[in-house]
């Protein structure tokens, strides 16, 4: 039985409803197996690392949170703003505001880690395509040390996490439950993954804290291969769609879009720490809206490693944005300057150097391979 409103253009993505275990014990299926993901699938003995094992990465290392800022002052944008600056007038201050906001960004990667996981799970429940299945499954593995690692990182810097924003925890409810595969591989393994990247590859530039920076390479080693999988979804499906089908998936990538682009770690869901400073929540939140213009998020997105830059860069490189929405981005961005870039992403050359890293310590007895971010 198909899954309702799936769009479905390749047999590598032919997808059951989650509780049809029947199809999967079709006999011609078994023999039907695409090669389409095996070289994502070997690749995953380049880029193993334990977060158990102290060899790969050691959540002993300290800092003190108290006076070391985890991040530049820059990053915070509550603190370019007169009133918060000249209310936390010392550097631990500042420090700790710092380090506890930031808290929420990494609570949210973890959430969007959980996410993740339980979404590659589900594909495991519907794709019939074995190599597809094995693929998903291979990345529910990945998503889960993912979990462990953000939790151990977490629990090191902070004691435990704090509650994920009701806007993406709906976003990741809709997605996880959602029976299409399209809206799974756009919403979650282009969109969500796409976010993670450019997030990692700003973690990774700009962290002070080097166990923080080792644990944004570890996890953009896997994160860049599953990056691929939707790469190769968009390179066999796209081109195929009727105008009305492209609608459709243009529309839900937008939307997901805009959710996260507009809600994401919102200074709004921060009202609890400004108070815990001493700080009225109502003009923190007023004087970040003055300075938070289109033309302030514009300027943002011009680096190459802005989130919402590399979503938007993800969704033209997939022949997603077309006439209809290319103006909604292009308030953001250069939409020509990004075509210009070609494929390669800001992530890349960060995930390459971190599997050289863990090829090293894996394959100690034997001749190190060239590094490739696999895709077809």
């Not at 019939?128 to 299945?133: E, R, S, V």
């Not at 291969?225 to 066999?236: L, M, N, T």
Request: proline fraction near 3%.
């Amino acid at each position: 039985m198909a899954a309702d409103g799936n769009i479905t253009k390749d047999l590598i993505y032919d997808a059951v409803a989650p509780d049809d275990f029947e199809s999967m014990l079709d006999l011609d299926r078994y023999n039907g197996r695409s090669t389409a993901f095996d070289k994502i699938i070997s690749a995953t003995h380049d880029h193993f690392w334990d977060p158990l094992d102290k060899k790969y990465i050691d959540f002993d290392e300290p800092w003190d949170m108290d006076n070391q800022p985890l991040v530049p002052e820059e990053l915070n944008v509550a603190l370019q703003t007169e009133y918060v600056s000249k209310h936390l007038n010392t550097p631990s201050l500042r420090a700790q505001f710092i380090n506890k906001s930031l808290l929420r960004s990494f609570s949210s990667i973890l959430h969007g880690e959980q996410g993740a996981l339980n979404l590659s799970a589900s594909l495991c429940h519907v794709l019939l395509d074995q190599g597809a299945q094995e693929y998903a499954a291979n990345q529910t593995r990945e998503e889960a040390r993912h979990v462990t690692a953000f939790a151990k990182y977490i629990k090191a810097r902070w004691g435990r996490p704090v509650e994920c924003t009701k806007v993406l925890q709906d976003l990741l409810v809709d997605i996880i439950g959602s029976p299409e595969v399209y809206k799974k591989i756009i919403g979650m393994q282009m969109l969500v993954e796409g976010l993670a990247m450019g997030a990692f590859a700003t973690f990774y530039q700009k962290l002070n804290d080097p166990l923080g920076r080792k644990l944004m390479q570890l996890v953009m080693t896997d994160e860049a291969f599953h990056h691929k999988f939707g790469k190769i979804w968009a390179d066999r499906t796209i081109p195929k769609l009727t105008a009305q089908e492209h609608e459709i998936i243009e529309d839900w990538a937008a939307h997901c879009f805009q959710v996260l682009l507009f809600n994401l770690v919102s200074p709004s869901e921060q009202r609890d720490l400004y108070e815990e400073f001493g700080l009225d929540p109502d003009k923190v939140l007023e004087e970040i809206q003055l300075l938070a213009t289109d033309e302030a998020r514009r300027e943002d997105m011009k680096e190459s490693t802005n989130i919402f830059r590399v979503l938007i860069k993800t969704l033209l490189n997939a022949g997603i944005i077309t006439d209809r929405t290319r103006a909604f981005y292009g308030m953001y961005v250069d939409m020509e300057e990004l075509k210009n870039e070609g494929d390669r992403m800001v992530g890349d050359d960060i995930a390459e150097e971190g599997i050289v890293y863990l090829q090293a310590i894996n394959f100690k007895e034997r001749a190190l391979k060239p590094v490739t971010i696999a895709a077809e």
